[in-house]
């Protein structure tokens, strides 16, 4: 009696942690992937995300983070795999989902947003992400979601090896760096500089030799990647483009939940893209501070330079209408929002300084 009450015992101790495992068992499991590092503010995210996703679920929904390349290399085969459903998560550049959504690039037409509360404003408190979030759906067969829109690296600003850049005229002939789509290449033209594609990995050794005299990067990617010592130390803050970072999910995962559990996700992502909107600003401190103290030249453009500078890039807009698929439609859509981002920021300084 005693032994058969031993082996009871011990195979109840055996199940309850068994019983307990697959009553802790996730309904849905979210796997997410960033082709970056666990230094990126994409990893911050997506730590924030699963956080909130899996305390928030009660444990409905769990997430395993792939950072890297361990699911997908490129932006095509990435969101190729959340169509497919073989991921479920993942983030992009513009250019990295340009070849499939082109309009996307409209985050890189220069000088729309005029700092971070218009760019913040105008990504989660507008329609403008609804907007590009029905034309990815449409045009992937409703496949591919557009969850939210969050910053990976602060803003794109010019750097060169060679002077201080104040005026578009001081860019002229300069040879910059640029990757191989086209809107990027119709800026630097238009500001009067030299495109010149180059893969990211080989850039260091071009500046080093000449074959590139500048950039338009973020200061966290130059100086993550060492540029100032190939010789890149002039940067001007014009800050011409948001790095805004795109999140898609397969949407038949997302649709395939109850509701309550889709508001989870989304309020997920809302809470990622806040973390991604301050990642970047407390890694730039120490980013600038460092590119100063190596011997940089970091210059301020005035506000009429500034002006002077979207004068001279306004043809790229007039360029992206043209030959952009929903060119038009997502441009509308960005000005509509951009415009209403600022009239709400005049009210409340209206408020507030008076």
Known sequence: MLNNLTKIAAAALIAAPLMAQAQTDPEYT?????????????????????????????????????????LCST?????EGVSEGSIDVYISTSGGAAGIFPYVQVLDLPYLMSG???????????????????????????????????NTGGWRNFANTVRRVQTPDDLAGLKIR????????????ALGASPTPIPWPELFTSLQTGVVEGS???????????FPDAGLQ??????????????????????????????????????????????????SIEAYEAFVEGGGDLYVPTPDENAAFAEAAAPVQDWFRENVDGGNEILDAMIAAVDEAEASLQAGYDADLN
Request: aromatic share 8%; proline share 1%.
């Open 234 to 283: 002039y940067m001007t803050l014009d800050g011409h483009a948001y790095m805004g970072a795109l999140w898609w999910m397969n949407n038949d995962l997302f649709m395939s939940m109850d509701e309550d559990l889709r508001r989870v996700v989304v309020d997920g992502f809302a809470e990622l893209q806040q973390a991604t909107f301050a990642s970047p600003k407390r890694k």
């Open 116 to 150: 971070d509360r218009v760019a913040e404003h105008v990504l989660t408190d507008t329609d403008f992400v609804r907007t590009m979030r029905d034309m990815a759906l449409e045009d992937s067969d409703n496949t591919v979601r557009l969850m939210t829109i969050g």
């Open 216 to 226: 338009k990067n973020g200061i966290t990617d130059i100086m993550g990647m060492k």
């Open 178 to 189: 640029t990757v191989v789509a086209d809107l990027p290449q119709e800026l630097t033209r």
């Open 30 to 70: 979210i796997r997410a992937t960033a082709n970056s590092n666990e230094d990126d503010e994409d990893y911050d995210g997506l730590v924030v995300f699963k956080n909130y996703v899996e305390s928030a679920s009660n444990g409905r929904i769990g997430v395993e983070l792939f950072i890297g390349t361990q």
């Open 75 to 79: 932006g095509l085969e990435c969101i």
